[in-house]
């Protein structure tokens, strides 16, 4: 544990948006501002990019009522980046850019919103301030709709999103129900390598308006069984509905999304660009069914949809936000806030500490056990893990009926 | 007008679905089951063919606490159908099969809750049996999403799925806003030939937080037009988020979805199917730009999200219902219900009567004056006309934090 320390915090957040990460930010935000050790209060602009490049947003000029409403804002209010940082002990550069900025600027609480990617960096820059002397304590902050951090119950964002795709799958399921005809849907959800997302479809299942088939990652998945599959639930239904991961990987480990796609973009992190899956895979089918297909990819509205957000879910964040800046305060530096839960006589959950190196990289994949024998669905206790992160509705003002979304000034502290 | 009569009445439901077609067919239900003239209650399993094949659901045995879900729930919960009569100077037998249904059972009203075609073939059933002596009224509910029928302000299921577009790229535009990089997003939204969908993005530049470009396929699309006007978007702003209906036309009169896609299946009404029209736009704004490109297509859920259905649009489409069967118990037939509405000293709207031969098969598109001279935006008169129907938020009751929709159990009544 570090001493306690009196100067500057900054908060930045980065990788993929979520319906309630500007909660987290918000809970960090507040608690900063009524801590009499922090001294200033400064975003990141476009996360760790912004503190390379010495851009930091004065949050102590926003006002409050728009502060506010960031706990119902969906994406990164204080813009978000995919920058990697280096291997210190091959290039430092950018190490000792950052520390220059925390030293300029007094910075001795540094909060980082984001997944694996983000607590990787919060981790290296924690390390190198401690080797350099340089007395800053660093906290995560867990965000991520892909729920695969380590060392949490689950991960603040995960549970908007999955009440967004159950009732999504439920809608498309009263949509592809109506007609006198057969038709086949495959509806593509985010997630690379775990399958908490696609998973969260069970959930429409509950009602009896949800999908039919459910592929996940972890298992591998054989184009022909999942041909066989579907074309036994359409000959008794006449119709199917399918929910996949945009992840799935065949026995050697190829993404399905990459047959027939030479060449594909990798992003910063190494990561290939998924899209396309669910019309690939609804034209396999039509070609043995002949049935009418429909492909359905929910793209970027199943991590911003924060209209219909999860309030257990965006209250969560903002504990998280709360609790990261508690600790740091405290002397706590190095770690991640995480969620401890219970769900035994209802559902409780409280935060707790993780240390960051354990978090860094590790990707969470959902237990074997909760996959059924059929690899096509999930069993009761992916229900019962999922169910009670998704309760209660959200909060969010209304104005001309439509959302009623933070808008944040932004402004920059001129440059030392 | 015909006389009053005493009978049995058959509603049903044709075409694609919608958030409130159902709040229609209630407002019809419960009007029908108190109306001493109308002597039993059946729905039409699939619309007309339900009709054709003498399957007819005996709602009077549909719990009424289910019933009254159906104001709630997405969808046609009575099954559609796109069957299209044949001409009936061409081949009369599917009209005699209809007649000798409605003999069989005593109809002597029937509701047909639909669009464009369906209000066709209300209008050729109403004129058969009007031309064959048997007495029954007929009158037509409106129901589309693309808000193109004639002789009325506004469709029932058009405001639901305007809200769920203009909600839905609000939270697209923040979630595309957060990098430091840039991107360019490209959102395809229905409509075949009217704009009305599409247009209905203008909500969300209210906030600040909608598209910067929006075509319709009201005016000609010009390839070279839009690649030049999004890259002047993006030289500026850095992104670009970018609202097309999928049935833009070139100067020529073909679909830009077309190009490239030859043999492209039609359906029964020879529509030809739409999609991959956002990623196609986005490879080639890509090779204008070199900028990061998405397309999303929001497919099928921007018509069946009731979830953040509009309260005023299910409110007048229960009317609507209710007014059919008010209407048609009057003596009224061959008429569609249309909407009057006032935009002045604040919004009110009232159901009126609309010939069915005025309606069949016009298609209503946006006014020239709405669009912008640039061809890429609407105009404030749009916004004028939209906005009041989105108000008020749905009471869709939940359960388990997920929407508990209808369950009806739809029992077929013996044939006869």
Same mark, same amino acid.
């Given at each position: 544990m570090n001493k306690k320390l009196v100067g500057a915090c900054i908060i930045g957040q980065s990788g993929g948006p979520s319906s309630v990460i500007n909660s987290s930010v918000l809970g960090?935000?507040?608690?900063?501002l009524n801590a009499k050790e922090i001294t200033r209060v400064y975003g990141a602009n476009h996360g760790i990019?912004?503190?390379l490049n010495e851009e930091l947003i004065d949050l102590e000029l926003e006002d409050i009522n728009e502060l506010d409403l960031l706990r119902f804002t969906p994406s990164s209010a204080l813009g978000s980046c995919r920058h990697k940082l280096k291997d210190p002990n091959v290039d430092d550069s950018e190490y000792l850019k950052i520390l220059e900025t925390f030293k300029k600027y007094d910075v001795r609480y540094f909060f980082y919103n984001g997944g694996n990617d983000s607590m990787d960096t919060c981790n290296k820059i924690s390390k190198f301030c401690l080797e350099h002397g340089y007395e800053c304590n660093v906290i995560g902050i867990p965000k991520t709709i892909d729920n695969d951090l380590y060392g949490t119950d689950h991960c603040p964002g995960y549970a908007s999103s999955a009440k967004y795709i159950a009732t999504s799958l439920m809608e498309i399921y009263l949509d592809t129900n109506v007609y006198d005809y057969g038709n086949i849907t495959v509806v593509e959800i985010m997630g690379r390598n775990a399958g908490w997302l696609a998973g969260a479809s069970?959930?429409?299942q509950i009602s009896?308006? +949800?999908?039919?088939?459910?592929?996940l990652p972890e298992v591998p998945f054989i184009l022909e069984d999942f041909v066989d599959q579907v074309y036994e639930v359409y000959k008794k239904r006449g119709k199917a509905l399918i929910a996949v991961s945009e992840g799935i990987k065949?026995?050697?480990g190829i993404y399905v999304s990459e047959y027939g796609q030479q060449g594909k973009e990798k992003d910063n992190f190494g990561h290939v660009q998924m899209g396309g899956l669910a019309t690939y895979l609804a034209q396999i089918i039509k070609v043995k069914t002949?049935?009418?297909?429909? +492909?359905i990819e929910l793209s970027l509205l199943q991590r911003c949809s924060a209209h219909i957000a999860s309030k257990t879910d965006y209250d969560e964040a903002y504990m998280a936000g709360e609790a990261a800046v508690v600790a740091a305060i405290n002397g706590e530096t190095d770690k991640m806030v995480g969620f401890e839960c219970s769900r035994e006589n209802g559902y409780t959950?409280?935060?707790k500490l993780v240390p960051l190196s354990e978090v860094a990289n590790v990707e969470v994949k959902v237990p074997a056990a909760w996959i059924n024998e059929a690899h096509n669905g999930v069993t009761q206790d992916f229900i019962d893990y999922l169910l009670p992160l998704i309760q209660g509705e959200t909060e969010l003002p209304k104005e001309n009926g439509l959302?009623?979304?933070?808008?944040l000034k932004k402004i920059l502290v001129d440059k030392k």
């Amino acid at each position: 544990m570090n001493k306690k320390l009196v100067g500057a915090c900054i908060i930045g957040q980065s990788g993929g948006p979520s319906s309630v990460i500007n909660s987290s930010v918000l809970g960090a935000i507040k608690t900063a501002l009524n801590a009499k050790e922090i001294t200033r209060v400064y975003g990141a602009n476009h996360g760790i990019v912004g503190v390379l490049n010495e851009e930091l947003i004065d949050l102590e000029l926003e006002d409050i009522n728009e502060l506010d409403l960031l706990r119902f804002t969906p994406s990164s209010a204080l813009g978000s980046c995919r920058h990697k940082l280096k291997d210190p002990n091959v290039d430092d550069s950018e190490y000792l850019k950052i520390l220059e900025t925390f030293k300029k600027y007094d910075v001795r609480y540094f909060f980082y919103n984001g997944g694996n990617d983000s607590m990787d960096t919060c981790n290296k820059i924690s390390k190198f301030c401690l080797e350099h002397g340089y007395e800053c304590n660093v906290i995560g902050i867990p965000k991520t709709i892909d729920n695969d951090l380590y060392g949490t119950d689950h991960c603040p964002g995960y549970a908007s999103s999955a009440k967004y795709i159950a009732t999504s799958l439920m809608e498309i399921y009263l949509d592809t129900n109506v007609y006198d005809y057969g038709n086949i849907t495959v509806v593509e959800i985010m997630g690379r390598n775990a399958g908490w997302l696609a998973g969260a479809s069970c959930l429409a299942q509950i009602s009896g308006f +949800g999908p039919d088939l459910i592929y996940l990652p972890e298992v591998p998945f054989i184009l022909e069984d999942f041909v066989d599959q579907v074309y036994e639930v359409y000959k008794k239904r006449g119709k199917a509905l399918i929910a996949v991961s945009e992840g799935i990987k065949d026995l050697d480990g190829i993404y399905v999304s990459e047959y027939g796609q030479q060449g594909k973009e990798k992003d910063n992190f190494g990561h290939v660009q998924m899209g396309g899956l669910a019309t690939y895979l609804a034209q396999i089918i039509k070609v043995k069914t002949g049935a009418k297909v429909r +492909g359905i990819e929910l793209s970027l509205l199943q991590r911003c949809s924060a209209h219909i957000a999860s309030k257990t879910d965006y209250d969560e964040a903002y504990m998280a936000g709360e609790a990261a800046v508690v600790a740091a305060i405290n002397g706590e530096t190095d770690k991640m806030v995480g969620f401890e839960c219970s769900r035994e006589n209802g559902y409780t959950c409280k935060t707790k500490l993780v240390p960051l190196s354990e978090v860094a990289n590790v990707e969470v994949k959902v237990p074997a056990a909760w996959i059924n024998e059929a690899h096509n669905g999930v069993t009761q206790d992916f229900i019962d893990y999922l169910l009670p992160l998704i309760q209660g509705e959200t909060e969010l003002p209304k104005e001309n009926g439509l959302p009623r979304f933070a808008k944040l000034k932004k402004i920059l502290v001129d440059k030392k």
